[in-house]
């Protein structure tokens, strides 16, 4: 059967398309991260400066951490049938809401455009080797077009086909990485390469950064983006212990195998300043397909669902806008970020500086959203969600303007903090002296801004939505 392209945008999902279940979950998280633009989070700690076991503790650790704080968010749009920006309106405001929404499309712009920039480096090297490829910028931009086309496409078909990739790469990149172990086993060294003395001058906060920059944020890239997936899911038929167990499962494994891969490859391929070119100089003959393989394919699945969540998030802030229109639009935003990145930054001082920002920017949005819902007992009305959607006023949730200015309040302060207290290749705030040097920006800023939630608005001054059964209330709008 030929994929449908999908009809939703980020209205109410009725009932009756609520099918997928949590092996979907899995599916997806598993199938759309194992690609290269996610394995390159593995070379970050190698390229600190750390070892094998301090690079392999430290991704862990912080993935760990990360898929705890992440994995609730799930059961949000569990119950309110609508993406997570949405949702988030019941604590923010249906205006407030484009907070999560803009967050969300930062979050999936510069992850789509590392995915497609490292994909596409590896696709050239590759064919280089294989055919002659020139390696030149003439070639990059053909092959990043090329990539960005496909994802594209797979984008805007949406979610049904997204999930179908996803069941397919699950068990064809996880064949593709496993053939890698062995293709770079002969060169592998626990040893950091020649000449990557520790990044921040000793070892635990290098470690700690790496924590954070490769382990954290790859949970924290998902905070926007889960609900696209579990809004398809119906709490009549799956609980939501079944649900957040296959989140954390789907996280943990979707997560840790690439990252644990990009480790093992760029400690044999010798990577310290750069990763796509030595994993393909040091890739055996026999391994350069499969390799090809892996760049193409998994950067189009994980890059396709980036491009999907971008399109519901702008389709969230400009209402009028279609899904299809607005995820052609960020099409060709997030394909002006690769050509700039390929010809303009250093990989590891943008990837570090991106990752840490939008980290210290989203930790505040998820805790008050999570601290939101548990207030709420997970009862929302879903109708009121929809007021923004449908360029319209008033409702349950429309507070102050459309915004709950405590909410929003709390996010700042939080945010400020956590951009205060970050520590990037390319900007350091001024409190990350009081933390010895130590990014704790995600720590700080999350903090902050729930106990300023807590202070200015109280358990119960968020209104909960009307008590009805999960299935009612499911009349889409778009």
Known sequence: MSPVLEQRGTDTIPEAERTSGPRDLIAILLGSNLCLGVIVFGWLPVSF??????????????????????????????????????SSGAFFGVRGRLVG???????????????????????????????GLPDGGAAHGVVYALLAGCTAVAAVYGYRLLLRLSRVLAIGMTLLLAVGLAAYAGDFTAAPPPDTPYLLGSFWPTWTLSAVAAGLSGPIAFITLLGDYTRYVSPLRHSPRTVWRATCLGLLLGLLV????????ALAARAGTDYAGPLVAASPT????????????????????????????LDAIVPRASRTGATLAVAVVATAFVFAGHFSWDAQSAM??????????????????????IRCRGVYDPEALQVYNRRARGGRYWFRAGWHPRATAAWLVGAAVGLLAVGTPLYE??????????????????????VVYAVLAPGGRVPAGRASDPGAAQRGTR
């Not at 400066?49 to 949000?76: I, K, Q």
């Not at 394919?297 to 396709?304: C, F, P, Q, T, Y």
């Not at 990752?355 to 819902?373: E, F, S």
């Open 49 to 86: 400066g750390l070892g094998l076991w301090p690079a392999v503790t430290s991704v862990v650790a912080g993935t760990v951490v990360g898929v705890a704080v992440t994995a609730p968010l799930a059961l949000v749009s569990l119950r309110t049938a609508t993406n997570l920006s949405t």
């Open 101 to 131: 929404s803009v967050v969300g499309l930062l979050l999936s712009l510069g992850y789509t455009a590392l995915t497609l920039w490292i994909g596409g480096d590896v696709m050239v090297g590759t064919l280089a080797r294989l055919v």
């Open 258 to 265: 690439p990252q644990l891969f990009g480790t093992f490859t």
């Open 286 to 313: 026999w391994y350069l397909v499969p390799l090809l393989l892996a760049a193409t394919a998994g950067s189009v699945g994980n890059a396709g669902l980036m491009l999907y969540s971008m399109g519901l998030d």
């Open 352 to 373: 570090t500086s991106f990752v840490l920002l939008l980290t210290a920017l989203g930790a505040p949005w998820a805790v008050i959203t999570l601290m939101g819902h």
């Open 429 to 450: 705030g001024p409190l990350l002296a009081l933390t010895g040097g130590v990014d704790c920006s995600f720590v700080l800023s999350g903090l902050v801004g729930g």
